[in-house]
């Protein structure tokens, strides 16, 4: 048994010609917040609609909660709040109503469940604003409220702060995190906008063209991403043999057969470049380098940057 | 079933289609009351005693309510999807065949609804127009008559509203197709047998708008029987190819 929420194997979907997302295992651990990034299109919607059984799988598994998913698996749905896409509600009726048929249908027993759900979100509880007069950014809010209404352990946000104004992508920022460490709930989110994802996410997979290129922890990222010192030499045993023993560096990373990255950037290159040189190791270059994440994303996606 | 048409019934709240409907039965009752100012005989149609709701039957029916409930229901199915709210439903989860069920249930109680609105105008029309030439038996006539005729035509159209529904190209296509099925009634009306077995005329066999035979009657009740398999088979079919 791992402590894997959502869990996919090889999950493909083709529509037509067209793969839309190419055998991509994904890995979603218990009270994490996993963010998922890439540009439009590249295939994030597509992957959440397949965990939750609203698009056929072409091939593949998905196993949410352990258990895996073939078509609608219905008993899992309970215990998952989710917003795909624009989320849909009647425009007719106000937020409150639209909600109490959710919490209705749902059986929802919590008392004030609906109101407690706008609350959170910062919309009023038995407003008079009709759905088809609420801006973009309150119709994403009650998607949020509609999704965390019955308390579920797992929830799916696609791209949730689409329309929000800066101050309410940093509120809905904060009550995700929230969510997270304060209630335990493992939390799938989606997003382009890379310093969203930077901020919210303790993992990340990074998606291109329906190919998953990247999936580790947020603090192994920052790891690749954080200044270094790249020193190219000609013989990678014999000089990390040296940088061990001699100045005790632990902090350091192989890249090639010819490269070493040392994280500790406050180090005495003219010490170090003396004491290869004097070990007869070729020194072919050292320097200070700083990758940003967007850098990093540039390169693994082999493409432009992202917003 | 009981949470599902809680919801229905929250979800048509200040709808314009149920205003449309309301309205354009109020229409038809003005309208038949305006054709009732006509002079035969000697004295105006309006004021002979059960002329009133006679004729509003018919004219609803063939020109406007058939319509009006077509509309109604094929709206309330279609725009879950055009709303996209059926994909919060399925993630609740709800199932699709109960939801479209409930969807039918309203619909029918809709259509008994507008009908017994018709009766109620026509009836307080002639009341205070002659209210000591209506008695009892024909008021309590009339009634069962409009009933009946809300029942029938909702089953005789629920096949318009089951195909617009799969054919997922807008609900307001079933106003169209309901309009034309009502208007053929007019010409299916013109020989006894057609009259029993078109659905629309169908109600009327049944409603007791027609004097018909105990076999009209019982081909009547076929015919809109068939009409509730037909919508039951297209709506079942829908499901299917989800």
């Keep these: 048994m791992n402590d894997f929420v959502i869990e996919t194997k090889q999950l493909t979907k083709v529509y037509g010609e067209q793969t839309a997302v190419n055998s991509v295992n994904l890995h979603v651990k218990k009270g994490r917040i996993y963010g998922l990034l890439g540009r439009n299109g590249a295939g994030k919607t597509t992957i959440m609609k397949m965990i939750l059984g609203l698009t056929s799988i072409t091939s593949g598994e998905v196993d949410v909660f352990g258990k895996n998913i073939k078509g609608r698996e219905k008993r899992v749905y309970p215990r998952i709040g989710a917003i795909i896409e624009t989320p849909g509600f009647y425009p007719n009726l106000t937020g409150t109503e639209n909600l109490e048929i959710f919490a209705k249908l749902r059986g929802t027993a919590a008392p004030h469940a609906v109101e407690n759900a706008l609350k959170v979100v910062g919309l009023p509880y038995k407003g008079k604003k009709l759905f088809s007069k609420y801006s973009l950014g309150m119709k994403q809010r009650l998607g949020i409220a509609n999704a ?3 308390d579920p352990e797992l929830l799916i946000l696609d791209e949730p702060t689409n329309g929000l104004d800066p101050i309410g992508i940093a509120e809905v920022r904060d009550f995700i995190k929230n969510l997270s460490v304060e209630r335990g709930k493992t939390i799938l989110i989606s997003s382009h906008i890379l310093s969203e994802i ?13 190919v998953l290129l990247e999936e580790s922890s947020m603090s192994e990222l920052e790891k690749k991403n954080r200044k270094y010192i790249l020193l190219q030499v000609s013989d990678i045993p014999k000089a990390s043999l040296i940088l061990e023993r001699q100045f005790h560096l632990k902090d350091y990373s192989v890249q090639d057969d010819h490269t070493l990255r040392l994280y500790d950037t406050a180090l005495d290159m003219g010490e170090i470049n003396k004491a290869l ?9 050292s320097q200070l380098c700083n990758d940003t994440l967007e850098d990093y994303f540039k390169k693994i996606t082999g493409g432009e940057g992202i917003a | 079933m009981k949470k599902l048409l809680w919801a229905e019934r929250q979800k048509i709240r200040r709808s314009n289609i149920v205003w449309i409907a309301v309205f354009a039965t109020v229409m038809v009752a003005v309208i038949v009351f305006l054709g009732g100012q006509e002079v035969y005989e000697g004295s105006r149609n309006i004021d002979n005693a059960g002329w009133y709701m006679t004729m509003a039957q018919p004219w609803a029916t063939i020109f406007v309510l058939p319509a009006v409930i077509a509309l109604l229901g094929s709206y309330m199915i279609c725009r879950e999807e055009q709303e996209d709210t059926i994909k919060s439903l399925r993630l609740i989860p709800v199932n699709e065949a109960s939801l479209t069920a409930a969807k039918m249930i309203v619909t029918f109680v809709f259509s008994i609804l507008l009908y017994l609105l018709l ?7 002639e009341a205070f127009l002659h209210f000591s030439d209506l008695s009892v038996e024909m008021v309590l006539g009339f009634l069962k008559a409009y009933f009946l005729d809300g029942f029938g035509i909702f089953l005789a159209i629920s096949p318009i509203i089951a195909f617009v529904s799969r054919m997922k190209k807008g609900y307001w296509l079933a106003l169209l197709f309901a309009e034309i099925y ?6 299916m009306s013109m020989s006894n047998f057609t009259k029993a077995l078109y659905p629309i005329t169908a109600v009327f066999t049944i409603s007791g708008y027609y004097d018909a035979s105990t076999n009209q009657v019982i081909l009547s009740c076929i015919s809109l ?7 039951a088979f297209i709506l079942k ?5 989800k």
């Design chain 2, 119 to 125: 009766f109620a105008i026509t009836f307080l029309v």
């Design chain 2, 182 to 187: 009502s208007f053929a009634g007019l010409f």
């Design chain 2, 225 to 231: 029987l068939l009409c509730c398999y037909l919508s």
């Design chain 1, 148 to 150: 965390i209404l019955h």
């Design chain 1, 198 to 210: 930077s901020l919210l996410a303790d993992d990340i997979g990074i998606i291109d063209h329906g």
């Design chain 2, 237 to 241: 079919g829908r499901e299917k190819s």
């Design chain 1, 277 to 285: 040189v004097t070990q007869n190791i070729t020194v072919i270059s």
